[in-house]
Nanobody, 123 residues
Framework: QVQLVESGGGLVQPGGSLRLSCAASGRIFSIYGMDWYRQAPGKQRELVAHITSGGSTNYADSVKGRFTISRDNAKNTVYLQMNSLKPEDTAVYYC?????????????????WGQGTQVTVSS
């Protein structure tokens, strides 16, 4: 079974830091773009950061200069280092990846999502 599993969420005070991890597992042939999205209560899911297979990155304006996305291709893992956290960063954070993998009886390229990890920034 191909899956993405996030970890690293939690409760942190404003100004603090957290590091999220997302590991892909299963019969994976290639991982293309990887992303972090977030969804706050009552709001739509939004893209936070994106990284290509070659390491190029882009960020939402709201997190530029505070968040850093990176990946370890040998470990099929993407990270999100979050610094200077603000209460408005509170959300469920989801990992997303486009992968070539064997799943449900066939090989295909498709989108995969993690289950989400809660990040709460509060004093």
């Amino acid at each position: 079974q191909v899956q993405l599993v996030e970890s690293g969420g939690g409760l942190v005070q404003p100004g603090g830091s957290l590091r999220l991890s997302c590991a892909a597992s299963g019969r994976i042939f290639s991982i293309y773009g990887m992303d972090w999205y977030r969804q706050a209560p009552g709001k739509q899911r939004e893209l936070v950061a994106h990284i290509t297979s070659g390491g190029s990155t882009n960020y939402a304006d709201s997190v530029k200069g505070r968040f850093t996305i990176s990946r370890d291709n040998a470990k099929n893992t993407v990270y999100l280092q979050m610094n200077s956290l603000k209460p408005e960063d509170t959300a469920v954070y989801y990992c997303h990846a486009e992968m070539a993998a064997y799943s449900e009886g066939r090989s295909s390229i498709r989108d995969y999502w993690g289950q989400g990890t809660q990040v709460t920034v509060s004093s």
